[in-house]
C-alpha cells in the first residue's frame, strides 16, 4: 500500500489561505469517509485537527477545515496564523487488510 | 485526562528484538471501543502505522511488517506492549503509541510525546 500524495510545501503569508492535498485511491480516500489531518510541530507529537473528512475536535481553531472529493482530501487553513507553521499529514482508513495509510507530509511555511 | 507515555531502550543493536511500552491513564484498554495503536515515523519522514489492538483482544498489523510485530496489553496496569524483532538501521525511528475509539471512528485522537530509537551496533 502506498503513501498517499501530499504536496512537499504550501506556503502563505498571515491572514491568507491555504489548502493542502492529499490524493489516494478508490481503497482508501475514495472509498471511506475515514480522513483526518494532523499538525506536528518540530520535536513534538501529532495532534489531530480533522478526523472524519471535515470533522473539528473540540479546542481546535475554526480556522481549519476539510473536504473531500473523489480520491482527494483537502484541509484549508484559513487566515494563516505563524503559530501555523508546521508539518502536516492527512490519514486515510483503507480497509481490513492496509488499516491505515499516512500521507507524505506536507510543510507548511508562513512568510 | 488523556496521557499517553511510551518508554523502552533508545538503543538496540542490528537484528535485537525491540520491545517498547505504552502506558496509558485516563481511560481503561477494556472500555469497548477503545484500542491503542504503534506508530513510527523515521527522522525526517513521514509517519506509518504499525499496529492496533483492541479493547475485547483484536489485533491487527501492518501487512509489511506482520512478521516481526506482536502487539499484547496488560489491563492489570492499562499498558500496552509492542514487540519487533530482528532490528534494523531502516527501523531506527520516533515510535508512537496512540488512542483510537473504534467505535466507528478512524482517527488518533491522543499520542504519546514519541520515543526515540535508534538501531546501530
Known amino acids: 500500500q502506498s503513501a498517499l500524495t501530499q504536496p512537499a510545501s504550501v506556503s502563505g503569508s498571515p491572514g491568507q489561505s491555504i489548502t493542502i492535498s492529499c490524493t489516494g485511491t478508490?481503497?482508501?480516500?475514495?472509498?471511506?469517509?475515514?480522513v483526518s489531518w494532523y499538525q506536528q510541530h518540530p520535536g513534538q507529537a501529532p495532534k489531530l485537527m480533522i478526523s472524519?473528512?471535515?470533522k473539528r475536535p473540540s479546542g481546535v481553531s475554526n480556522r481549519f477545515s476539510g473536504s473531500k472529493s473523489g480520491n482527494t482530501a483537502s484541509l484549508t487553513i484559513s487566515g494563516l496564523q505563524a503559530e501555523d507553521e508546521a508539518d502536516y499529514y492527512c490519514?486515510?482508513?483503507?480497509?481490513?487488510?492496509?488499516?491505515?495509510?499516512f500521507g507524505t507530509g506536507t510543510a507548511v511555511t508562513v512568510l | 485526562q488523556v496521557t499517553l507515555r511510551e518508554s523502552g531502550p533508545a538503543l538496540v543493536e542490528p537484528t535485537q528484538t525491540l520491545t517498547l511500552t505504552c502506558t496509558c491513564s485516563?481511560?481503561?484498554?477494556?472500555?469497548?471501543?477503545?484500542?491503542v495503536n504503534w506508530i513510527r515515523q523515521p527522522p525526517g519522514k513521514a509517519l506509518e502505522w504499525l499496529a492496533r489492538?483492541?479493547?475485547?483482544?483484536?489485533?491487527f498489523y501492518s501487512a509489511s511488517l506482520k512478521t516481526r510485530l506482536t502487539i499484547s496489553k496488560d489491563t492489570s496496569k492499562n499498558q500496552v506492549v509492542l514487540t519487533m524483532t530482528n532490528m534494523e538501521h531502516v527501523d531506527t525511528a520516533t515510535y508512537y503509541c496512540?488512542?483510537?475509539?473504534?467505535?466507528?471512528?478512524?482517527?488518533?485522537?491522543?499520542w504519546g510525546q514519541g520515543m526515540l530509537v535508534t538501531v546501530s551496533s
Open positions: 496512540a488512542r483510537m475509539d473504534s467505535s466507528g471512528h478512524y482517527y488518533f485522537d491522543y
Open positions: 485516563g481511560f481503561s484498554l477494556t472500555t469497548s471501543g477503545m484500542c
Open positions: 489492538i483492541d479493547w475485547d483482544e483484536d489485533k
Open positions: 478508490n481503497s482508501d480516500v475514495g472509498n471511506y469517509n475515514y
Open positions: 472524519d473528512v471535515s
Open positions: 490519514c486515510s482508513y483503507a480497509g481490513s487488510t492496509t488499516f491505515y495509510v
